[in-house]
DNA sequence: TCATTGATTTCA
DNA sequence: GAAATCAATGAT
């Protein structure tokens, strides 16, 4: 009998919503990631955060489009990696159309919580920033065997964003 | 060119 | 409670 196609790569369509949608979606999903050895690894997300646009203090692109941020203003579906206290790299998936800056923070997998010690256990590095998941034959999304429930929350380390933005529920997990 | 600052983790 | 550790950002 044939199954659900879990196996289908999501599409752009998939991340060119709006982040508050893409965020909850990526719940239950899985990050399929080639390794060294050309096998492929699985992992599901099991906690994530949005980040959405300009007027949002607390996402980095309410500085602006900066060489940091430019990644933010491309299309959903790619990558936007960078460095934290000098010593973590978060993973974030780019949502939303052309010009309009949105990310979601990978927070935890169902191997591993933390943000800094997802992308040690996928070994994901700079050179990931901006690679396009959609097209990319070392790094995609495809949906999990399950859809989920998921509580939410608010964002962890962004006090300095004012009482608007750090009160926001934009943490997804289960 | 210089100083400040984090979407964190780990150890005491 | 505090250290580790550095690129981006903004001020000088």
């Known amino acids: 009998m044939r199954g659900l196609k879990t196996e289908?790569?999501?599409s752009v369509d998939f991340f060119q919503r709006d982040v508050l949608e893409?965020?909850?979606?990526?719940?239950?999903?899985?990050?399929?990631?080639?390794?060294?050895?050309?096998?492929?690894?699985?992992?599901?997300?099991?906690?994530?955060?949005a980040y959405r646009g300009e007027e949002d203090l607390a996402c980095h692109a309410s500085?602006?489009?900066?060489?940091r941020t430019k990644v933010?203003?491309?299309?959903?579906?790619?990558?936007?990696?960078?460095l934290i206290y000098g010593l973590y790299r978060m993973i974030n998936i780019v949502t939303g159309p052309e010009g309009h800056p949105q990310a979601v923070l990978i927070r935890g997998l169902e191997e591993v919580s933390g943000p800094g010690r997802?992308?040690?256990l996928l070994g994901i590095t700079k050179d990931y920033n901006g690679e396009e998941l959609t097209l990319s034959s070392?790094?995609?999304?495809?949906?999990?065997?399950?859809?989920?429930?998921y509580l939410t929350a608010t964002r962890v380390g962004v006090e300095y964003?004012?009482?608007?933005?750090?009160?926001?529920?934009w943490r997804f997990y289960y």
Do not use: H
Request: include cysteine; proline fraction near 3%.
């Open 8 to 10: 289908d790569r999501l």
């Open 22 to 49: 893409v965020a909850p979606a990526l719940l239950g999903k899985q990050i399929n990631l080639v390794c060294s050895d050309n096998s492929i690894r699985k992992f599901t997300i099991n906690e994530v955060e």
């Open 63 to 67: 500085k602006g489009c900066t060489d």
């Open 72 to 82: 933010m203003y491309r299309r959903g579906g790619c990558l936007y990696i960078y």
């Open 118 to 120: 997802v992308s040690r």
């Open 138 to 149: 070392r790094i995609w999304i495809t949906n999990g065997p399950d859809d989920v429930n």
């Open 161 to 169: 964003a004012g009482e608007i933005w750090k009160n926001k529920l």
